[in-house]
């Protein structure tokens, strides 16, 4: 089994991690509701995409 020669030092284990880290998603605001939605995907409370509605809604019971 390989073994490394040398242990990884603590700042050359860090530097490797650094892009190891969470981004923040990008939101637009929706023009019917005002919600904040991602973007280029139907909107869960109106359906719609590009203005057109793409998915219909549930009847209320």
């Given amino acids: ?12 284990k860090r530097k490797r991690r650094t892009h190891y880290k969470l981004s923040k998603p990008t ?5 019917q509701t005002g919600d904040l939605v991602l973007p280029h ?3 869960p ?5 590009k203005g057109k509605q793409v998915v219909r809604q549930k009847e209320s019971e």
Avoid: H, N
């Fill in 45 to 49: 409370i109106t359906g719609e995409y």
């Fill in 1 to 12: 089994m390989a073994v490394p020669f040398r242990r990884t030092s603590k700042t050359a």
């Fill in 27 to 31: 939101l637009v605001v929706d023009k």
């Fill in 41 to 43: 995907r139907v909107s």
